[in-house]
C-alpha cells in the first residue's frame, strides 16, 4: 500500500512540474480538472455524506502514452462522531484505444485525513475496466479488487456494468449496476448483510448546458435499512452539476 501510495504521489510529482513550468504539449502531457456539486455523495449505492449535498473536484495528469495520474476530494459524513470530514483519493493507471475497444489498468488510494487510525478507513483498490463504443451506445465492464477493504473488512471485490446512451439535444442516458462482496461483512456495516455481498444499481440521465454538465440519477441497492445498512442505501434521486477545464 505504501508503495502504491508512493507511485501515484510520484506520478503526480513527476507530471505537475510540466503543469506549472512549460507548455504541456511539449512533453505530450495534458491536464484536466473539474469542480463539482451533488445533492449526496454515494459510493457504490451507500451514502457517504449523509444524505447531505458535497462539494468535489479533481485534477488530472495524462501523457499521450496513456499513463495518468490525479487527485480527487470529496466533503464526507459517516455519522461516526465527527471522525472523517474529507476523502482525497490518488491514483494512476494506464489507458488506451484501440479503434473503438478501450481499457483501462490502474489503482487508487482511498484516504479520510482526521479519522482515528483505528477506525482503518483507509485502503487502497486495483481495477481493470474495459469499453466498447457501439455509436449508438456504449459498454464497459470493471472488477477492482482490495485486499482490506473499508473498516478492516478484508478482501473485497466490486463487479460493475454500465451503458451509456447518447440522446438527442446533448442529452445522455446511463445506466449502472454493480456487485460488492466483502469478507467481513459485519466489520463493514455493524450488521450482516447478504452473505457478504450487495448489489447496487442506478439509471441516470445528463445534460450539457453553457459547458456546465447536469446529472439526475436514481440509486439503489438491495440492502434493507436498517437490519443490513443503518442508513443511506435505499432508492433516492440525486442531482449533481460540474464543469471540467
Not at 504521489?9 to 507530471?15: F, I, K, P, R, T
Not at 439509471?203 to 440509486?219: A, I, P
Request: glycine fraction near 10%; include cysteine.
Amino acid at each position: 500500500m505504501i508503495k502504491l501510495l508512493g507511485l501515484s504521489a510520484l506520478s503526480v510529482c513527476l507530471l505537475t512540474p510540466f503543469a506549472a513550468h512549460a507548455n504541456l504539449e511539449d512533453y505530450g502531457v495534458s491536464s484536466s480538472a473539474n469542480v463539482g456539486f451533488v445533492s449526496e455523495y454515494s459510493f457504490r449505492g451507500i451514502a457517504q455524506s449523509n444524505e447531505n449535498p458535497a462539494l468535489q473536484g479533481g485534477f488530472d495528469l495524462e501523457h499521450d502514452s496513456g499513463v495518468y495520474a490525479g487527485v480527487w476530494a470529496s466533503n464526507v459524513n459517516f455519522n461516526d462522531g465527527d471522525e472523517a470530514h474529507m476523502e482525497f483519493d490518488l491514483y494512476s493507471g494506464f489507458t488506451n484505444s484501440i479503434r473503438d475497444f478501450n481499457y483501462d489498468v490502474g489503482f487508487i488510494y482511498y484516504a479520510y485525513p482526521g479519522a482515528d487510525n483505528s477506525l482503518n478507513y483507509d485502503f487502497w483498490e486495483g481495477s481493470v475496466a474495459v469499453g466498447y463504443d457501439f455509436e449508438a451506445f456504449s459498454t464497459s465492464v470493471s472488477v477492482n479488487y482490495s485486499p482490506e477493504y473499508f473498516g478492516d473488512s478484508g478482501d473485497a471485490f466490486y463487479y460493475a456494468a454500465a451503458v451509456g446512451v447518447p440522446l438527442p439535444n446533448d442529452f445522455t442516458l446511463g445506466a449502472h449496476v454493480g456487485l460488492q462482496t466483502i469478507d467481513d461483512e459485519a466489520a463493514f456495516f455493524g450488521t450482516s448483510s447478504p452473505e457478504g455481498s450487495y448489489t447496487d444499481w442506478s439509471v441516470s440521465l445528463g445534460y450539457t448546458l453553457s459547458g456546465f454538465d447536469l446529472s439526475l440519477q436514481y440509486v439503489d441497492t438491495d440492502l434493507d435499512e436498517p437490519s443490513e445498512c443503518a442508513d443511506g442505501c435505499d432508492g433516492r434521486a440525486i442531482f449533481g452539476v460540474s464543469r471540467s477545464f
